[in-house]
């Protein structure tokens, strides 16, 4: 999807992104927050870009591509907003009725009646093959 001309790109991206560039599948070094390295355009590269924390507010993550010419020259860029929604599994982990978010008893398991621990069951048959 790069402009005619361009011959490489260099990647911007705020602090709540990561960004990996892969050539034929081997990664690159990730790009560093507000600063922009340089790839040369190559069939077959994948930007990869992700978040690892929920955001404050709508489109409060971007990543900018900048595409080059041949001696550097700008020719365009492009650019993506992003919003990191938080998901949390929360469960009855000390099997009282409650569900908590924050329960202690959450990363562990025992067995019992006065066990704790998620109990999660999982329909793994082929009823759509």
């Known amino acids: 999807a790069a402009p005619a001309g361009a011959v ?6 705020t602090e ?4 990996d560039v892969l050539f034929h599948g081997h ?8 600063a922009s390295m340089r790839w040369p355009l190559d069939k077959g590269t994948v ?6 924390r929920a955001s404050s507010e709508v489109n409060d993550n971007k990543v900018t591509v900048s595409f080059y010419a041949d001696g550097g020259k700008p020719i365009n860029q492009t650019g993506v907003f992003l919003t990191g929604v938080g998901i949390s599994l929360d469960v009855d982990a000390d099997r009282d009725g409650v569900v908590e978010k924050n329960s202690p008893n959450k990363a562990s ?4 009646p006065k066990g704790h621990g998620a109990i999660l069951l999982v ?3 082929k009823e759509f093959p």
């Open 123 to 125: 329909s793994c048959d």
């Open 8 to 13: 490489a790109f260099g990647v911007k991206h």
């Open 109 to 112: 398991w025992a067995w019992g």
């Open 16 to 19: 709540g992104v990561s960004v």
């Open 47 to 52: 930007l990869r870009f992700s978040m690892s």
């Open 27 to 34: 990664a690159e070094p990730e790009a560093v927050a507000g």
